[in-house]
């Protein structure tokens, strides 16, 4: 049967099929707002602003790839070898995994979203989109039923339960299981913005001019109006028209109607619209073009606020969705996550930044920045810096410098050194004179050495430092020893002693 409706033929089913009822005057086009506009998610989408928001929401959440984890929160731990990455990353053979993903969240933005899976030998192989106007959920009973229609009014070709069906409702307003749609939800701000777009497409094809209205003294015949004003449409309409001269005959008169889109303030309006779409679909209003909407300058910033606020929520049902699936995910400790640090990559500069301070912290290797960076490992890239850049080292202490001091005393008989350990300091002289050298390279070789010889000036009061010449060169590697030698008048050696 045929029904003859305002927005054309309707057919339905309820004469042959009585699972399909003659649908309501609410369901012929949409639902009915304050501003007389019906309004449908097709109408919506027509509003640049609103489908700019779907789109980013969308497409922006399709571009995250999914990864699997076992356990949640700070216990999560990636599953690369999971069986059902290869699943949801490939869902079917027919379609790319962006297109599926989009026209799920777009699904769930209309009010629910429906997974039909595809099984063999009760394993899922494969994963279809169903129209959320072709299906009609059925939670009135023990097990929910999904009933499956070729077209939105047409008969019911089939009904699965959750063993063929994942269902992933959006915003739950009117009932707990089923969600609304955004549009619906929101039909009287959405219709006067359709109202308002419809009041300007019909005043610029009425070529931008204000309304008229023509007089005439006398008491024309209704043939004589109706022919004065097709006359003068004819002549005057459309933006074709514009600027020809009107003449006016058989004292007829034209007034014109003192209306135009600057005193209604139609710019401004519109941005007030832009505006409540954004705040509908929880999209920062300078994504979608508002150049004087706050944070618009810093996109690092709009990005943070667009995940937290706008993406997380649609994310979580959708991951949620998924996981709660037993055929999916028999294993409850496995979680699917949808991936969003392509959208958190900062700006090149700000982000190598980050990277040397990590290097140099101690906790990220080379090969793992350059994983992030999209480029191949490099040979011993896989080792953590052990001695962070300003900082101290990460499995152990350092040991601390040290010096050894040389104290030689000419003057005295025999002659003695002194050797100590000691932090490094400056040379300094003494008046004995005793002389401290910073610590040589040192060795466990210790050689005897001979009676330096030491040319000291006369004492004065400023006093130069000697020039030492040490032969051979003693070197020593740590703790504390004393040699001494003895000589007799002639420089012969009569005792040597080392202790330690």
Known sequence: MILATAHGDRESFAAFDTSTPIPRPSQWGGVASHAGKRVDFAGAAGLPAFLRGVRLVCETAAQMPPMVFRGEGREARPEPQAPQLELLRRPNSDQARFQLYAWWFASMIRGNAYILKVKVRREVRALYALHPACVTPKYDAAEPTFEIRQSPMGPIKATYGRDRVIHIPGILVDHPFIGCSVVEAHRNGIGTQLAREEFEGRYLANDGTPGVVLKHPGNQSEEQRLAIRESYQARHSGSANAGRPAVMWGGWELETIAATLDDAQFIEQKRFGLREIALMLGVPPGLLGDPEAPGADDPEKENMRFLTYGLSPWMSRFEQGLA??????????????LDPRQLLRSAMQTRFTAWREARQGGWITANEIRAEEGREPVEGGDELQQTPVGGAPNKQEAAQPTAQ????????????????????????????PEIVVPAPVVNNTVQAARAPEVHVPAPVVNVEAPNVEVSPKVELSTGSRTISVKRDRKGNVTQYRQES
Do not use: C, G, H, Y
């Open 405 to 432: 001091t040389f104290n030689i005393d000419a003057r005295s008989e025999p002659a003695k050194v002194e050797i100590t350990n000691e932090a490094p300091q400056a040379p300094k002289v003494e008046m004995n």
């Open 324 to 337: 709660a699936d037993p055929d999916l995910f028999p294993d409850p400790e496995l979680t699917v996550e």
